[in-house]
């Protein structure tokens, strides 16, 4: 039915709405993680950042732990927790990051923040979906810290201290559960998305040397593909971009010890180097690290700093994450590459049509609960 300017009725309107919420709320409850992930969205207002995925989180964070980070040691700059954040006294922004491309606090944490104080520096900010008993100590200019239960051993000061939000703003906790869920499922997705990428690059081993010669294609992008067993043949690494944009690692493993000199230092090796170990359920790395890290299902230790990102299954960091993240202009593939492998590891579908619904999802659930709230 046309209106009287020759557009379709408010009723016709309304009910296409109803028919297509209808159809996506059929859809959620079939799929327990869509369901849960889509009302989470939904709870979410338009002052939380939306859910960061892909190549991009390595961009915004130095580091992300999936599940729990033990830390006594300290980040230079942002930080994303999955769960709890314990341990002693640490250190999170003690540089400065480049901005956040999505408004991202210094430190975001999903579950409890516990242990020996935590010190957020350089204006970092935080966002805490559980409780603070540990307390923070807010240096430098004034931060907005944003805490889902209740803080504790703070000094507010000139600072914006917000606590409770969980109940007078449950899509405050909503939002961060989405955040780690996807984020989460996204960077499984990466690393095995990476693994299945054709080796284009040789790593030449002499003596107790191994030396990466990038050979990069049209687009500037140079993979190697070799295995745990290779890095512990060796105790010197010398990397010779070539003017690669982005060098992929591949490195096959199920245990990993990282314990290798980097020839000529780390710098700059993080912006544009990422290690992938698709395969890795424990990583231990022991000696400075040039390059980003990715590692999405490994319970890591750290003695030494790393420098580029990292993303761990759990973590246990004694060792600083130093800064630059990665910066390449790389755009992994969306799907996996025809014949690749995780190495037996499960591995959640891609993210990226889940979040295309979990939009489309959140306004319609919407505008059907204001409607009823009218």
Known sequence: ?????????????????????????????????????????????????????????????????????????????????????????????????????????????????????????????????????????LNGAAQTVKVGGTISNTNINQNNVQSGLATSDPGFAASLATQGTVLAGSMKQLSTNLSGLAANSDMAISGNRATFNASPDANGLAVFSISAADLDKIGEIAFNLNGADTAIVNVSGSAVSLNDNFLGGTANLGEHVIWNFGDAQSLD???????????????????????????????????????????????????????????????????????FLLGIAGVLLGRRLMRKAA
């Open 1 to 137: 039915m046309l209106g009287a300017e020759g557009g379709t009725s408010p009723q016709v309107t309304l009910s296409i709405v109803t028919m297509c919420e209808d159809f996506l709320v059929s859809i959620m409850k079939k799929t327990s993680f869509m369901a849960s992930a889509s009302l989470a969205l939904f709870a979410a207002t338009p002052a939380h950042a939306s859910p960061v995925t892909g190549a991009d989180a390595l961009r915004e964070w130095n580091l992300v732990v999936l599940g729990d980070l033990n830390s006594s040691s300290e980040v230079e700059g942002r930080t994303f927790v999955g769960g709890d954040l314990t341990g002693t006294s640490s250190s999170y922004q003690i540089s400065t990051p480049a901005t956040s491309a999505t408004g991202q606090a210094g430190l975001t944490v999903v579950g409890n923040v516990t242990g020996g104080i935590k010190n957020l520096n350089n204006g970092s900010g935080a966002l805490v979906g559980g409780n603070v008993e540990s307390g923070f100590n």
């Open 285 to 355: 790395l022991t000696n400075s690290w040039g390059g980003s890290l990715l590692a999405p299902w490994a319970d890591a230790t750290t003695a030494n700093y790393i420098q580029g990102s990292a993303v761990f299954g759990s973590l246990t960091q004694n060792g600083e994450m130093h800064l630059g993240t990665y910066s390449g202009g790389y755009t992994p593939p969306i799907d996996p590459p025809t014949g690749s492998s995780s190495g037996g590891t499960p591995v959640p579908e891609a993210p990226g049509w889940t979040l």
